[in-house]
């Protein structure tokens, strides 16, 4: 957790000056009974009126110059506390973007929403007001302590006792808590988790009138999670009424013994009540000292989240480039396998093939036989378990990750875009390209058309695209990738909700690209890849053939069943 | 949107307000025992310093204490402070079970809402924004709720038993107090006001940046591939920044309340000093230094509660905020409920109209002149280029949509008049827009038929051609699936999905895209068992591999929202017009 500290550049003058401040404040706070103690003493017992205004004139004036030091420090910590949070929410969001997918995936997007959002939230509050309590608070409790120790030492022995008690209660209560509201933030993200789940699958939901199922679900969470709250938080209230009892005896303690040592005239009227001012003024700051550190708890367990989260490893990669071999090819596979961390087998099992500049290789294989495993390995999106990965010649974890990505451009299965416009969402592959540079990738992917049509590239695109259809949304992502002009085009599946009209005409423009991209294409339907210089066969995460069209079809097994299962016998189109 | 919004009139905040206590309505037994056990907790806590009083009055000065007297006094105060102590605790867990209480309702209530929401509104609001509300703004809700509950009661009960108790000891210095100590309320008050709409500012742009982190945790695959981070992180820097500065001010702003009262208070203290002092001197000891002890302790305890009170409106404030977005939602137009006409799985011979029907997402038209008819057990294809509106057509058959115009009968009844929830149960729908719900491979397959045994549910994987693999998971058919299905490929997933439909077997289904995810040889397969599944259901079918329909009843070629042409393969062929266009550039490929 004190990896956090950092976080606070910037900020430093306001953090540190904003408790100085405050106890600047508790100091004054704390002379206050002494002048009432006076007027008792000296004013009353005298008679004398216009010390007893002096006196009360003083408590005026270090009560206004106490409220201008307090709302200094109120800004200063505001300041230091947000400012803080927004650096940590920063640094969390990058972190988030750059964590490796293995460590992604187990975490769960519901998860990183909510240590981005309602845990620096939290932590933000703690910060708030611990900078402006925690200092003061126990600078009272020590301060009243003093004070009533200088009126009268043999008294306030009943303090000594009774401030060790109450941090004794304070502190167990407090660390019974901790692990009980992590329970309940638990709790809570399982919540989130079925929300989103209600709003991803709505169509579905419905379609399967499965409405009632998800309410059942959600409520079941629901009710654990009041459960569990109820639980923690009934705990955590016993904090205040327990301090309160404490100090009362400590009171009574006070009474008994400051009326005997008034008795034998060792103290006055005037300093008995002094004394018990200080416990009062020790009751009321331990109740709100208590109340803090409750605030704190809960802060310190979304503390300690996000500095996990913080601490993950990032993906890592050399800063310099590997050596280069002229000529090498392009993409290499030397016996790569790969196995899921969760995973009991290999999702794929010692794969090699070599593909050279301009060439295309296609990838052809059922459902779960590690196509997109494959093709995840080449831009890191996770790493080899065995074997190597080689791109023009050097292995990819030698390569800065962001220059491997740079020069390789991928369109995934799913047709994602961003918020923004169509212009910016092209400019994904490359920041800088101008209009020519998109319209021609646009055209290339055989979405210049409708993008013109809707008015240019300054359309709007929603949150997910959601503003386009599946098949604009596929031609967009393969513009993306066009744009950027890559040594290695790779195409996953990113025909599949394009008519065949419109995928021959992408395919064909993608084959005239003037720079001639290395291309590795993922596909269902043979045709796609038939011209490919060579294609691979894989089958439950083996490779079971590579060769050209003509080859495999002679001696590959799946190769011809797949071929024939959607063209018949004669390499016309089973009808 | 929410922007102009976060600035509540009056009027919004009585009806967040009125809503609120609404919600709070079943509580009201809780709500009054908490009330009785605060008032007694309170009169106990205020008894003490009366009692000091009395020991300081007792103790006037050397060899003149009153020690029995004093000694007397002590275990009351204890069996006071214990019994005060124990009340304040129940207040507490009562007020945490109350609004515990109101938040689960609440978060209940908007679950319930997300199923009653068209898909209109649930496609144009990001699930970003929805999801801060239900989750993030009901927390600050629960929060700002139990400090209200607890700090409220405890802060109106001490102020008015602290008044009784001054007027008791001296009504001249009760009066001084009483009337000066309300201008914190006033100061606090001020403050509030000015702080409310900031609150309502920084929730908004809260949930912008909620927004923003949203879309980029979805998309982190795609962002790392292109190495987006830094310009994802600029996009996050410039909310962030918005966010931090009207967050510090709202924060900050929110804060004074504390020190000016705090400021009222202790100009208050002052003045009790110097009366009671005073009058003291004046009237020869009429008022004694106990009383003096006592009405300083009180006019503290007096203020306190204003104190907490102005602490807790700003709390109140901005949880205020947060309750009217999450009301927002709630009051958001629901789908109208229609039953006049009863519709069920079991009768439905799934003969399927559709006349002149209209629709449109915006003011434009989109579609129109939509004219076709199915008899029951017909398989009827929908092709048309991509964007030409097939999903349209589909959303319009499940009622996802409603049409703007014309009718759409399924066995004559029209479809407008017949429960959603009805209708679509004699629909079964594999979308190319695959989900799975978290939970087990098995409670997935099960959902369309929750009683399904064992035995049928493997035997709808087994068509569906998913059951080797679901038997290669760790743990099978209980295997757990994550967040969107993530230990599965999409191919797997839509494999479950298709089983699903297997399973629950409606008269009339709908196959849109449905197998665009997976590769033609387990397709084939497939097909085989969507072709015993169609056998004497009314199936639509959308699909860019035209081979796969060539066998339909019927197809119907879609174009820029219209229907252009519809007839079986051979007649749209031999027509030589879109169609045959179509099919020519896809059989080009194969050469």
Known sequence: MSKLWKYFKGYRREAVAAPFMKLLEALLELMIPLFVAQIIDVGIAEGRSEYVWQMCGLMVLFGTVGVAVSITSQYFSAKAAVGFSCAVRRDLYMRTLSLPRAESDTLGSATLLTRLTADVDRLQNGINIGLRLLLRSPFIVFGAMIMAFLNDWRIALVFLAAVPVLAVIIFVIILWGIPLFAGVQAKLDVLTCHTRDNLRGVRVIRAFRHENEQIEAFDKANDEHKKKNVFASGISALLNPLTYVIVNIAIIMLVKNGALAVDSGRISQGDLFAIYQYMTMILVELIKLANLIVTLTKSAACAERISKTLSLPVEESPDELPALQDGAPVLEFKNTSFKYRSASGDSLSDVSFSLGSGEMLGILGGTGSGKTTLIDLIPRMYDATKGEVLFCGADVKDWPIAELRRRIAVVPQSARLFSGTVAENMRWGKADATDEEIKAALFAADALGFVEEKGGLDIPVEQGGSNFSGGQRQRLTIARALVRKPQLLILDDSFSALDYATDLRVRTNIAALDYHPAIVVVSQRPSSIMDAEQILVLDAGDAVGLGTHGKLLADCDVYREIYFSQYGERGQENG | ?591
Request: with cysteine.
């Open chain 2, 1 to 591: 949107m929410a922007k102009k919004k976060s600035i509540l009139t009056p009027e919004q905040r009585r009806a967040t307000t009125h809503r609120l206590l609404r919600f709070a309505k079943p509580y009201i037994a809780f709500f009054i025992i908490a009330f009785i056990f605060a008032a007694a907790s309170s009169v106990m806590a205020h008894l003490i310093p009366m009692l000091v009083g009395d020991a300081i009055d007792l103790a006037i000065g050397e060899g003149k204490v009153d020690i029995e007297a004093v000694f007397s006094l002590l275990p009351i105060m204890l069996a006071l402070a214990v019994g005060g102590a124990l009340l304040d605790w129940l207040v507490r867990l009562v007020g945490q079970r109350i609004s515990a209480s109101i938040t689960h309702n609440i978060r209940a209530a908007c679950i319930r809402k997300i199923q009653k929401l068209p898909l209109s509104y649930l496609d144009s609001h990001k699930s970003g924004d929805i999801l801060s509300r239900v989750i993030a703004d009901t927390d600050r809700l629960s929060e700002g709720l139990m400090t209200g509950i607890i700090d409220l009661y405890s802060s109106v009960i001490g102020i008015i038993v602290t008044l009784v108790f001054m007027i008791f000891i001296n009504p001249v210095v009760a009066i001084v107090v009483g009337v000066l100590t309300p201008m914190s309320m006033l100061v606090a008050a001020f403050i509030a006001n000015r702080t409310f709409s900031l609150f309502g500012k920084k929730s908004a742009i809260a949930a912008k940046q909620t927004a923003v982190i949203d879309e980029a945790i979805g998309g982190r695959e795609v962002i790392s591939l292109f190495s987006h981070e830094g310009d994802s992180l600029v996009a996050f820097d410039e909310i962030n920044e918005e966010y931090r500065k009207t967050a510090t001010r709202a924060v900050f702003y929110s804060s004074i309340t504390n020190p000016a009262t705090r400021y009222v208070n202790s100009l208050v203290y002052g003045g009790v000093a110097l009366a009671g002092g005073l009058l003291s001197i004046a009237s020869g000891g009429a008022i004694s230094a106990g009383e003096i002890s006592c009405l300083l302790t009180y006019s503290q305890n007096y203020a306190k509660p204003f104190n907490e009170l102005s602490s807790v409106l700003a709390e109140l404030q901005s949880s205020l905020a947060s309750a009217m977005r999450v009301f927002e939602f709630l009051d958001a137009k629901e789908e109208e409920t229609t039953a006049e006409i009863s519709i069920s799985p079991d009768s439905v011979k799934g003969e399927l109209k559709a006349r002149d029907v209209a629709f449109s997402y915006t003011d434009e038209a989109f579609m129109e002149n939509i004219d076709f008819e199915a008899s029951s057990g017909q398989r009827i294809a929908i092709v048309g280029p991509t964007g030409c509106g097939k999903t349209t057509l589909i959303n319009l058959l499940m009622r996802f949509y409603d049409t703007t115009g014309g009718s759409i009968c399924v066995d004559g009844k029209d479809i407008s008049k017949i429960s959603r929830g009805e209708l679509r149960a004699c629909f079964g729908m594999v979308l190319q827009d695959t989900w799975l719900s978290s939970g087990s491979v098995r409670e997935n397959i099960a959902m369309g038929k929750p009683d399904a045994t064992d035995e049928e549910i493997v035997a709808a994987a087994k068509a569906a051609h998913a059951h080797k693999f679901i038997t290669r998971l760790p743990q099978g058919y209980d295997t757990l699936l994550g967040e969107d299905g993530s230990v599965l490929s999409a191919g797997q997933i839509q494999l479950l999905c298709i089983a699903r439909v297997m399973l629950a077997l409606p008269p009339m289904l709908i196959l849109d895209e449905a197998t665009s995810s997976i590769d033609t040889r387990t397709e084939i397969k497939i097909q085989d068992a969507f072709a015993e599944m169609m056998q004497g259901r009314t199936s639509f079918i959308v699909a860019h591999r035209l081979n796969t329909i060539k066998n339909a009843d019927k197809i119907l070629v879609m174009r820029d929202g219209k229907i252009v042409e519809q007839g079986r393969h051979d007649e749209l062929m031999a027509k030589n017009g879109f169609y045959a266009s179509l099919y020519g550039a896809q059989f080009k490929m194969i050469n």
